[in-house]
């Protein structure tokens, strides 16, 4: 079964400063990987995915995250915090192995709440 | 182009009630999930519908029925509401299934 963990509930960051937001997971197969963020009383908003290729990935409003399939890892990263960078995210995994079926099951973490101070 | 839409917004219950949650997207996607996302849980996938025509059981779809109306409209019904019901419900969509999801706004459900 697959499986994703953050090991972080929350994670404190001053403004200007470097953020990492981590994420292990667990396939038998090859993952797809996602970011997503949700906002205060709304949806979650994709920000980036890994499939295939270059380890590293970048997404919207300036976040990246790397693949590291040897510590089957997917840290959400971003060079400089913003105040409006603060809410929570979400890493999820879905197991490409072939033959699986049953549609895009996609695993969630229980969610990383990041938040940016001045 | 409004995305992926959820009504209502919000709903109290009482136990023992029926409602139907809607969901429907303007993207032309052929995939459409409903997931409940409760705190310290994640989210959890309650039912999909690959595709027009076909529903499948998620990870908790006791208590849950769901209807693929068209292309763009999947519904949630609860028969008989039980406060372990009481969560955020959220809808989504993707091309395929292999692809990118997109979430609706959610509602917020109260079973009292």
């Known amino acids: 079964a697959q499986s994703v963990a953050q090991p972080e509930d929350q994670v404190n960051v001053a403004e200007g400063n470097p953020l990492t937001v981590k994420c292990t997971y667990s396939?038998?197969?090859?993952?797809?990987l996602f970011w997503y963020v949700q906002y205060p009383n709304r949806g979650l908003q994709f920000l980036l995915k890994?499939?295939?290729?270059?380890?590293l990935v970048k997404g919207s409003y300036g976040f990246e995250a790397e693949f590291n399939k040897s510590q089957t890892s997917f840290h959400l990263k971003k060079p400089s915090a913003l105040v409006s960078d603060s809410a929570l995210y979400f890493c999820?995994?879905?197991?490409?192995?072939?033959?699986?079926?049953?549609?895009?099951?996609?695993?969630f973490g229980t969610g990383t709440q990041l938040k940016v101070e001045l | 182009n409004a995305g992926v839409t959820q009504t209502p917004k919000f709903q109290v219950l009482k136990t023992g009630q029926s409602m139907t949650l809607q969901c429907a997207q303007d993207?032309?996607?052929?995939?459409m999930y409903w997931y409940r996302q409760d705190p310290g849980m994640g989210l959890r996938l309650i039912y999909y519908?690959?595709?027009?025509?076909?529903?499948d059981k998620g990870e908790v779809p006791n208590g849950y029925n769901v209807s693929r109306l068209n292309k763009r409209e999947f519904s949630l019904r609860l028969e008989s509401a039980a406060p372990s019901q009481t969560s955020v419900y959220f809808c989504?969509?993707?091309?395929?299934?292999?692809?990118?999801?997109?979430f609706g706004p959610g509602t917020r459900l109260l079973v009292l």
């Open positions: 989504a969509s993707s091309p395929s299934y292999e692809e990118t999801q997109y």
């Open positions: 519908s690959a595709s027009e025509g076909t529903t």
């Open positions: 993207m032309n996607h052929n995939s």
């Open positions: 890994y499939i295939t290729g270059d380890n």
């Open positions: 999820a995994v879905r197991d490409i192995k072939k033959g699986t079926g049953g549609g895009n099951k996609l695993t």
């Open positions: 396939v038998s197969g090859n993952p797809y």
